[in-house]
């Protein structure tokens, strides 16, 4: 099963290439890189001006349906549901679609000082965890477990960057270290 | 995150409904959404929720509104409101109605993450606590103490209805019925519970060893008291004196007893020091003690002191409905005490069980059950397991007389002659003691012939 990744106002090529390799690393499944013109106006909150993560991904359903493989939808826009502030990501539980936001992911968004490794850590550890919900895993409790929930950033620097043993057995294509 | 509890997300905008929806289940929260208040009461009345996240404003039924038919209805559940405006008075208000908190629109996923899941586990510490403590009472019951006879059900109620106050209480019975179970029973719920019930089978026990028994005795009282002892109604300071076979004490004990109930005073053998001690009394006779007053054995004004509060038990053939519960009870007990893989009682066995008249009553029912499980050879128990079904049906036989004294003089001259009339032999194997077989022996006349 291919994993196909679509950047959304995604500039830092050389943060894309990286996420690719490793992925491609991490899978057994082609990883390819698509690009599609999502509508992102309908998503965006004047209020909040964040994105509506669940209308990016409506909006990637309708152009992307016919794909085969995993969707994953990879934005530097700042992403929201309502009622939270806020969400790393958001994925179609048993689906095939996810989003992940890169935004809150930068080191600069809490300190200022720039860490490309980090970057790359925390990007494919959330990514992971919103594919793991693609096929049907939920939350785990085991922090070393990339389906830890991580609620903020300190969150996800603490997980694991795998699957647990548990977890692993539903990620079709994964290459367990 | 443990794909039990379950949440319900009331709230009339339908992308917060469903993010918040999906948010949670991929928590492993069992998650379900309503669109109204209305909506809400509908499945709350056909669900149990654990959780409520409730939108303060919605149109109908108003999440404070909502908030308050909930708790009408189960107090348990725990209620969160959100808003999109903070507002004091109107969050103080939701927390006087008993929400259990209050967070604005939009609320920090760790915050709402995390006040979700110390609500859920504060409920879960909540219900273990009162399970726990549901447990304690269980472990308390007194062993045995079971039936679903209306007989019974009467007892529970006596005991319920008296165990609160302070009254004396006479439990009547015959032998072996269960009125020290009903001692212990009233004292347990009672609120001396914390403190200890001490019996004492005054019928067991000589004049002067009953007076060193009850009010202790100082060192060189007597004899043989080479150390200071407390009393029983010392140890009972704060509990309870249950004082069994009262009708066999002494005219002396009698005066003396009257005395220390009233006063709550009293002072050990061979001492002067008056000693307070703050005791229920709970006494038990098998012997209408009425007859014994009339026959001056038995002291009038005693009688009135401590027949304030009456409990009859009945024998065991009265209720007989209570037989086949007892009779598993004791089977399931004593096939667990001894490792034995008897499961059942077969229907003969059980139809002797219950058409038995039981002399000996609960007491009589545990002893056959316990050695029909010691010596059966199967999974079940059958007659031949039980161990007086011959006699005592020779005796019901002979005589053709089914009422219990003359089946009990029966008996008890059976097992004396049996016994070679060995006192101590015969009150063992009838499981009595001495003293009450020297009282049937006189009470029912009966002389060794040989």
């Known amino acids: 099963m291919d994993i196909n990744v679509i950047p959304i106002h995604l500039s830092n090529s050389g943060l894309l290439d990286d996420i690719l390799f490793e992925l491609s690393q991490r899978f057994n499944s082609r990883v390819n890189l698509i690009e599609l013109d999502v509508n992102i106006e309908s998503a965006f909150s004047i209020e909040r001006k964040q994105f509506f993560s669940t209308q990016l991904l409506s909006n990637a359903i309708i152009l992307s349906d016919n794909i085969n493989g995993k969707i994953l939808l990879l934005t530097e826009f700042d992403l929201y549901v309502p009622a939270l502030t806020f969400v790393f990501g958001e994925a179609q539980l048993n689906g095939k679609h996810s989003i992940v936001s890169l935004c809150r992911l930068h080191e600069e968004f809490y300190s200022g000082r720039s860490d490309h490794n980090l970057l790359l850590e925390r990007a494919l550890k959330e990514i992971l965890h919103e594919i793991g919900h693609n096929f049907g895993l939920k939350h785990c409790l085991n922090w070393d477990c990339v389906m830890h929930a991580s609620l903020s950033i300190e969150e996800v620097d603490i997980k694991g960057n795998q699957y647990c043993k548990t977890c692993v057995a539903s990620i079709e294509g994964y290459k367990i270290f | 995150m443990n794909g039990k509890e379950k949440i319900l997300i009331v709230d009339d905008e339908r992308i917060v409904r469903e993010s918040l929806l999906h948010w949670f289940e991929e928590d492993g929260y069992d998650v379900e959404a309503a669109e109204d208040g209305e909506i809400a009461l509908k499945m709350f009345d056909k669900s149990k929720y654990d959780l409520l996240l409730v939108d303060m404003k919605m149109p109908g039924i108003s999440g404070l509104e909502l908030l308050k038919k909930v708790k009408e209805i189960d107090k348990e559940t725990i209620v969160i409101l959100i808003t999109a405006f903070a507002s004091v008075p109107s969050a103080i208000t939701a927390l006087k109605d008993g929400a259990y908190d209050y967070v604005t629109k939009p609320v920090d996923p760790d915050e709402l993450a995390h006040l979700v899941k110390k609500a859920l586990e504060q409920k879960a510490l909540k219900h273990e606590n009162i399970q726990l403590k549901e447990n304690i009472e269980e472990i308390i019951k007194p062993d045995n103490f079971i039936g679903e006879s209306q007989q019974m059900k009467k007892i529970f109620e006596l005991i319920h209805t008296v165990a609160t106050t302070d009254t004396t209480v006479m439990i009547r019975g015959e032998s072996g019925t269960g009125k020290e179970l009903v001692a212990k029973a009233i004292h347990i719920n009672s609120k001396r519970k914390y403190f200890p019930i001490i019996p004492v089978n005054c019928g067991a026990i000589t004049e002067t060893l009953l007076e060193s028994e009850l009010f202790g005795h100082e060192k060189g009282a007597f004899t043989g008291a080479q150390f200071k002892r407390r009393g029983k109604f010392e140890m009972a300071d704060g509990g309870t004196i249950f004082l069994d076979e009262i009708g066999s004490i002494s005219p002396k004990m009698q005066i003396e007893l009257l005395r220390v109930i009233e006063t709550k005073q009293f002072s050990r053998v061979g001492g002067n020091q008056l000693i307070n001690s703050d005791f229920r009394v709970i006494i038990a006779t098998n012997e209408p003690l009425e ?49 034995k893989p008897v499961k059942s009682i077969s229907k003969e066995a059980m139809d002797f069980l219950t058409n038995y008249d039981w002399p000996g009553n609960v007491r009589e029912l545990e002893n056959a059950i316990e050695r029909a499980v010691v010596i059966g050879k199967e999974n079940s128990i059958h007659v031949k397991d039980l161990p007086f079904h011959v006699s005592a049906n020779n005796i019901i036989n002979e005589n053709g007389e089914k009422s219990l004294a003359s089946m009990e003089c029966k008996y008890i001259l059976q097992v004396l002659n049996e016994n070679n009339w060995n006192i101590s032999r015969s009150a063992n194997i009838l499981e009595i003691d001495r003293v009450t077989l020297y009282n049937k022996i006189n009470k029912y006349g009966l002389r060794n012939k040989n």
């Open chain 2, 291 to 339: 007859d014994l007053v009339k026959q001056g054995k038995f002291r009038e004004d005693l009688y009135y002191r401590l027949n304030v509060f009456s409990i009859v038990v009945p024998p065991l053939r009265e209720r007989r409905a209570d037989i086949p519960i007892l009779a598993y009870y004791f089977l399931n007990k004593f096939a667990t005490a001894m490792n």
